[in-house]
């Protein structure tokens, strides 16, 4: 019995030994990035809901130097979305509202949209044209904007849809933000009124709330402002950024983005989402359950989530949040239960992710080169890289110019600046990653190769 009993304890012991190696690895990981000021937030890693890593780095408060904490609130940008998902799911539950119902049923003023249905703005199926970009050149951009603003102007100017509803991929931020408004409309309560009665409060994120900051602007404590970094690289508020001022008129927009909370409050959700606390496991099935396309094309969204698949981690849900002065990202790992949350108050971007996950596995991280020298092409040498690029099938990069700068965008996040360090090879600032581009024998650019934490992937140039 005493040998039994002793060889038990040298088995945990070996485990949790391994376990603190995996913590140092992770804390060195972090430490090292935030001591070059390439991280600023706040991270929570959890197996089985237990806390193996918390940690904050950095500043809340770039005016006042204050420091984060683990009670520190971010603005989720999309990480929002799996809620209003969520918030949809428990009205179709309650009998509310159908999946399969016109979007024009609770928004009629949108009746040109008719093929539209709620199961496709939910999957990014739906084909609306991006309102972001139709405020900017059609609507008053010198007021805050509220969702009730962007419906008029769609009733106004009718944008085309994008391509034939439920025939594609493409994700949309108008999709999520007109579904806040189904909520209003189904619920009969506001957006932020109904998931804090639904989800907020029974799942007890007691610092998870709507928040609009320039709309209805509160003291809340412990509020992590977002920084972006100006021509100068130096940290400012996006308000007074020109290239970033837009989220000013963007501020009254729900649904799409507009949710702030904490890492513990999102470990909270986390848990909540292995049990039938909010809804039925049917339904939780839905939500991680991306559609088929009817060409049969496999698609990698579902409510409110992406999904996927490692040979190394199994399957995968998560989704990252970007908006002027904010990267945040939360992942659960549904195989193995294990949970990576990120929030940020700075552009940093998410280039430490493939590591991270290496280390909670307890592999060796890889080692990526660090070291870029920029050169000055010209306008006209930088002109022929402009163009859509497709990560996945309706998920595209936007390389454009402007100024004699190149930027690329994804959708629905901010754009940043690539840097030439041959003719033909970019390199961003804001993470480690780099941009190939390859060009056939008449000089069109054709294709690129996106490089990061060791890892590659082939883009081809659409237009």
């Known amino acids: ?24 690895k992770i804390d060195s990981l972090f430490s090292v990035l935030a001591a070059k000021q390439e991280f600023n937030g706040n991270v929570l890693i959890a197996e089985k809901g237990n806390v193996i890593y918390r940690k904050s780095f950095g500043l809340r408060d770039e005016g006042q130097k204050l420091p984060l904490t683990d009670n520190s609130i971010f603005e989720l940008a999309s990480v929002s979305k799996q809620f209003t998902a969520m918030g949809i799911v428990l009205l179709e539950q309650k009998g509310k509202l159908e999946y399969d119902d016109a979007l024009s049923k609770y928004i009629p003023e949108l009746f ?84 804090a009665d639904n989800i907020f409060k029974p799942l007890k994120m007691e610092n998870t709330f709507v928040y609009n900051r320039r709309l209805a602007p509160r003291k809340i404590a412990d509020y992590a402002y977002g920084y972006v970094y100006d021509a100068s690289q130096k940290k400012v508020l996006p308000d007074n950024d020109p290239n970033n001022n837009y989220v000013v008129c963007l501020d009254g927009i729900v649904g799409d983005g507009a949710i702030n909370s904490t890492t513990t409050d999102l470990l909270k959700w986390d848990r909540a989402l292995y049990t039938e606390k909010l809804v039925s496991k049917k339904s939780l099935h839905l939500v991680f359950t991306p559609p088929v396309l009817p060409n049969d094309e496999k698609t990698s969204y579902g409510f409110g989530w992406m999904i996927a698949k490692f040979d190394d981690y199994g399957r995968i849900a998560n989704h990252s949040g970007g908006w002027p002065g904010y990267v945040t990202f939360i992942e659960r790992h549904t195989d193995n239960d294990k949970t990576i949350i990120v929030l940020q108050n700075n552009e940093n ?32 040498q930088l002109q022929p890289f402009v163009g859509e690029y497709e990560l996945e099938a309706g998920y595209n990069m936007a390389i454009t110019l402007d100024n004699a700068q190149l930027y690329s965008q994804l959708p629905g996040q901010q754009k940043f600046p690539i840097f030439p360090e041959t003719e033909n090879a970019f390199f961003l600032k804001v993470v480690k990653a780099q941009l190939v581009f390859e060009k056939d024998e008449q000089g069109s650019v054709t294709a690129a190769t996106l490089k990061q934490n060791g890892n590659e992937l082939k883009i081809k140039k659409m237009k």
């Open 349 to 380: 971007g998410l280039s430490f992710l493939n590591n991270l996950r290496r280390l909670l596995y307890g592999k060796a991280p890889v080692v990526v080169k660090d070291s870029h020298t920029e050169i000055t092409l010209t306008e006209a």
């Open 1 to 24: 019995m005493k040998k039994i009993i002793f060889l038990s304890l040298l088995a945990f012991l070996m485990k949790a030994n391994a376990q603190d190696t995996r913590v140092q």
């Open 112 to 195: 040109f949209y008719k093929d539209v249905t709620i199961r496709q703005l939910l999957n990014h199926t739906g084909g609306l044209p991006d309102y972001m970009q139709l405020v900017g050149t059609k609507g008053d951009t010198t007021k805050i904007n509220t969702n009730k603003d962007i419906i008029a102007l769609f009733a106004k100017e009718k944008p085309q849809a994008l391509f034939t509803p439920g025939s594609k991929f493409e994700y949309s931020n108008t999709g999520y933000a007109l579904l806040a408004s189904v909520i209003e409309k189904a619920s009969g309560k506001t957006y932020a009124a109904f998931l």
